[in-house]
């Protein structure tokens, strides 16, 4: 699924979709609940994204309990910022560094590789990403 988006950075030169690690376009990595730096359902990127928001990460009990840990406590509903709080099986926008961190730790959650955005490859290695992917065939 892609979203086309006037508010979404274009990412590509000239204009073109940003891409995932995979070099295909981005789709989206979640709806509902709704995430991502622009809050459009896409792990975009852009200079002012400063956390790199670009891993579409599904939600696991162990990671969630790890980011709360590490001070980024993503279970907890925050109603006065429109943030339901996350459980086991939502899809998210994950900063990429977090997504590292965790992997460092033993707790990283899985990856959906087509809704992951190729920035993430700054912060992540690719055949990591892969081996946590829920989406190769």
Not at 35 to 48: E, V
Request: charged content about 20%; some cysteine.
């Amino acid at each position: 699924m892609f979203v086309e988006n006037s508010d979404r950075p274009s990412g590509g030169p000239g204009g073109q979709p940003s891409r995932n690690v995979l070099g295909e376009r981005l789709e989206v990595c979640s709806l509902k609940p709704m995430t991502g730096f622009f809050r459009n359902g896409c792990c975009d990127t852009s200079r002012q994204d400063f956390g790199s928001h670009t891993v579409c990460a599904v939600m696991t009990a162990p990671f969630l309990a790890f980011s709360k840990a590490a001070g980024n406590d993503l279970s907890t509903p925050m109603p006065e910022y429109g943030f339901p709080g996350l459980v086991p099986g939502d899809r998210w926008c994950l900063c990429a560094p977090r997504w590292a961190e965790a992997l460092a730790a033993g707790a990283p959650p899985q990856v959906v590789l087509r809704a992951t955005h190729e920035g993430a490859l700054e912060h992540c290695d690719l055949d990591d990403l892969k081996r946590h992917a829920i989406d190769l065939s």
